[in-house]
């Protein structure tokens, strides 16, 4: 399985980016995908899921920012971060694995449960 972020750069704040993930190899047409980003000195954050019935959830911090969203086929997630702050610099990572993940509800161990991660895309927010 591989996965593969592009989209991330350098804006202004207020500015909007989308970040892109390709996943190849996955046998499975059902799984659980997400976006983390982790901010140098700071833990690995979980900014927005999506299930396999197309069912999100958000951050507190990104919520009505931030659209994680899929292609019709789920080979591409999406992230449309719009509005975006300097706290949102970081580095963007994908994220899947089989649906039973999407079911873990503490958000620490579902981030520790995902086995598939791509190589991240840094995303820099400037004042």
């Known amino acids: 399985v591989q996965l593969g972020e592009s989209g991330g750069g350098s804006v202004q704040s207020g500015g909007s980016l989308r970040l892109s993930c390709r996943i190849s190899g996955y046998a499975s047409s059902s799984y659980c995908m997400a976006w983390f980003r982790q901010a140098p000195g700071k833990e690995r954050e979980e900014v927005a899921l999506?299930?396999?019935?197309?069912?999100?959830s958000y951050a507190d911090s990104v919520k009505g920012r931030f659209t994680i969203s899929q292609d019709n086929d789920k080979t591409t997630l999406y992230l449309q971060m719009n509005t975006l702050k300097p706290e949102d610099t970081a580095k963007y990572y994908c994220?899947?694995?089989?649906?039973?993940?999407?079911?873990?509800?503490?958000?620490?161990?579902?981030?520790?449960?995902?086995?598939?991660w791509g190589q991240g895309t840094q995303v820099t927010v400037s004042s």
């Open positions: 994220a899947a694995d089989s649906m039973w993940v999407c079911m873990t509800t503490d958000r620490a161990l579902r981030a520790q449960r995902f086995g598939y």
């Open positions: 999506i299930e396999d019935d197309g069912a999100t």
